[in-house]
């Protein structure tokens, strides 16, 4: 017991200080528990198949998909837009939506997600965005309450529950505790943030990189854009856009063939080319930019029919296709050379689709402008190909252009993210259909990858916070270890010792101020795996159901807004809100006394004792 305890202090010392990653902190702590005796190799191994880990990894590819297709954006960015200027509704709003996308993935993606949303929300409602990114980091924890997924420490209490032969939770069982903190969090919310969240001096991180609509806008390159779709009977198909000469003929540069393989938008797959030399089809649709005359002559002789633009973004889409700046260098060898001698197309994948020269723009007659160093080229073409141009020593490439292939969001697909969500949770919700919650998630997962609402099963894998479930599957058999020892039921037996004579409220009281204390100092998570053993310890010594205190535990754990550094939501605003430690002490500890009082009264009326 005294090893366990030595091996548990020492971890949660580690974990404070922060010098060293948490999952290493837990993985030390399981090599300890093995070296020293207390755990089996196997036991100290058997966290990383615990279910938990697995549904976990899961639930970050699910998530990933959410984000990538836009579903969880256009949410968000819908139900914020009904505010209009009323700086409460907005705030009210803010926080509901947060809490609607937070109950399916993780809160630090939610306010990732809605942080620059907010941000634009708030600008043109003339409001102080610090007034508004507080309650949103708030918002994600308290969204994570009402779903079984919605938070780990909701996944470790009803892991306890299972192990020790209890009812499992169901995936709404924490909806009503979900519902209460997030109206008590309004109602404490509203007036603290007017009083204690003033204007102040946002900081708002410079962009480093443009974006791809910025290098669309800045090169003009929706200018003189037209859609031309393939029809039935047009002399253009079987033909690639080079056989055409549609460049030497018409004058026109095709920016890319977009190709459909569904009309139905549930399962729809667009394809993108920007390379000319694929063969047309019926139904592809080119669009090009050009002077009219040549767009008509065009559309005519090859017997097409027009496609109308989307006014805001004259349809232009990134998906498979997309755009970079290069620098050419002073050493290159096409310095002095025109673009039409390099061959960029067949040589690279790529088309040029504009050139900067100091101030000056080179847009149109491209392939006999003469290159000089210097110059910055813009290129156009698939991203595995603009991935390759990082090699070449004749240029640099500008910015962080697959990180920004990583942010374009598969808007096609969201209907059929959004069906796949669905699925999940009917499956999850619904007790008479017979598949674990683990393996409704893994389908799920898979089901994301295949259907391609993920880019590929290495996006997949870019989505999974490995040292999340590395700390998961570390730390899990610390709780085998406090009941192998006896460690969790001596400190039971003293909670129980010190407050059981004053009744199972008393107890439960003091189960969630020492989870809510650990959180200063200790993440959410470990703070759960931690207390869950002793909270079942404590109910079996006083007789009563571990329901309530297990509730008490994930609330306490997930409801912690006194410190910037307790969950990664509260330190994500901190610097975009212009906030203080200090500040959150003003606004976050009014509202976690308030949630500990009413979940001390609310808990045992929702789970009886």
């Known amino acids: 017991m005294t090893i366990t305890l030595i091996i548990l202090a020492v971890s949660a010392l580690l974990f404070v200080s922060g010098r060293i990653r948490s999952d290493l902190v837990a993985i030390c702590a ?25 549904m976990m990894a899961g639930l970050f590819i699910v998530g990933g998909g959410i984000f990538s297709t836009g579903l969880a ?30 109950a399916f993935v993780s809160n630090t993606g939610t306010v990732a997600l809605m942080l620059p949303i907010v941000v634009s929300m708030a600008r043109g409602a003339g409001i102080s965005s610090s007034r508004m990114l507080m309650p949103l980091a708030f918002a994600g924890s308290m969204g994570g309450m009402l779903t079984l997924i919605g938070t780990p420490p909701n996944l470790i209490i009803n892991e306890a529950l299972t192990n020790a032969g209890y009812t499992p939770l169901s995936f709404f069982s924490f909806t009503p505790v979900g519902i209460i903190c997030i109206i008590v969090g309004i109602l404490v919310l509203v007036p603290l943030t007017a009083r204690f969240l003033k204007g102040r001096n946002e900081q708002t991180a410079q962009r480093k990189n443009k974006s791809l609509d910025d290098l669309a806008q800045e090169y003009h390159i929706t200018d003189n854009l037209a859609g031309f779709r393939v029809e039935k009977g047009s002399p ?9 000469n549609v460049h030497g003929l ?19 797959k667009i394809e993108q080319y920007a390379v000319s030399d694929m063969p047309l089809m019926e139904g592809d649709v080119i669009y090009a930019r050009g002077p009219e005359e040549g767009a008509q002559r065009f559309l005519q002789e090859m017997q097409l029919s027009s496609v109308a633009l ?31 001698e390099n061959g960029f197309r067949e040589k690279y994948g790529v088309n040029v689709l504009g ?30 190909a603009i991935s390759g141009l990082a090699q070449e020593s004749d240029w640099v490439v500008l910015g962080q252009p697959l990180e920004q292939a990583a942010h374009v969001t598969l808007d096609h697909k969201a209907p059929l993210a959004a069906l796949i969500m669905l699925a999940m949770v009917i499956v999850m919700a619904v007790d008479s259909i017979p598949v674990e919650p683990v393996t409704a998630v893994i389908a799920a997962a898979v089901l994301m990858i295949f259907s391609g609402c993920l880019r590929n099963v290495e996006a997949a894998y870019k989505n999974i916070n490995w040292e999340s479930l590395v700390l998961f599957g570390a730390m899990l058999p610390m709780a085998t270890a406090l009941e192998k020892t006896g460690t969790s039921g001596l400190i039971s037996s003293t909670l129980v010792d010190a407050v059981g004579g004053l009744g199972p409220y008393a107890l439960l009281a003091a189960i969630y101020l020492t989870t809510s204390l ?3 100092f200790i993440s959410n998570t470990v703070t759960a795996m931690l207390m869950a053993p002793i909270a079942m310890a404590a109910a079996a010594g006083q007789g009563i159901s571990p329901v309530p205190l297990l509730m008490g535990v994930t609330v306490a754990a997930s409801m912690c807004f006194a410190s910037p550094f307790s969950t990664p939501p509260n330190a994500l605003v901190m610097s975009a809100g212009g906030y203080q430690p200090v500040d959150y002490i003003k606004v976050g500890l009014p509202l976690q006394i308030a949630i500990a009082v009413v979940m001390i009264v609310a808990l045992p009326l929702l789970f009886p004792f």
């Open 310 to 340: 989307n006014k805001k973004d004259k349809s232009l889409r990134f998906y498979n296709v997309g755009m970079a700046e290069i620098l050419l260098m002073q050493s290159s060898n096409l310095v002095n050379t025109t673009v039409g």
């Open 73 to 102: 954006k256009k949410t968000g960015s819908y139900i914020v837009g009904l505010a209009g200027n009323s700086e409460k509704k907005l705030l009210v709003l803010v926080m509901l939506a947060t809490t609607a996308v937070g």
């Open 355 to 384: 050139i900067r020269r100091r101030e000056q723009y080179f847009r149109h007659g491209l392939k006999d402008v003469r290159l000089h160093a210097g110059d910055i080229i813009l290129v156009q073409g698939e991203w595995k």
């Open 236 to 244: 253009a198909i079987g033909k690639t856009v080079k056989q055409l």
């Open 518 to 520: 650990l959180t200063f």
């Open 250 to 268: 018409y004058r026109l540069t095709v920016i890319e063939i977009r190709r459909t393989s569904s009309n139905s938008k549930l399962l729809q």
């Open 30 to 54: 399981a090599l300890s528990l093995v070296l020293t005796g207390v755990l089996t190799p196997e036991e100290a191994l058997s966290g990383f198949s615990n279910p938990i880990v697995v």
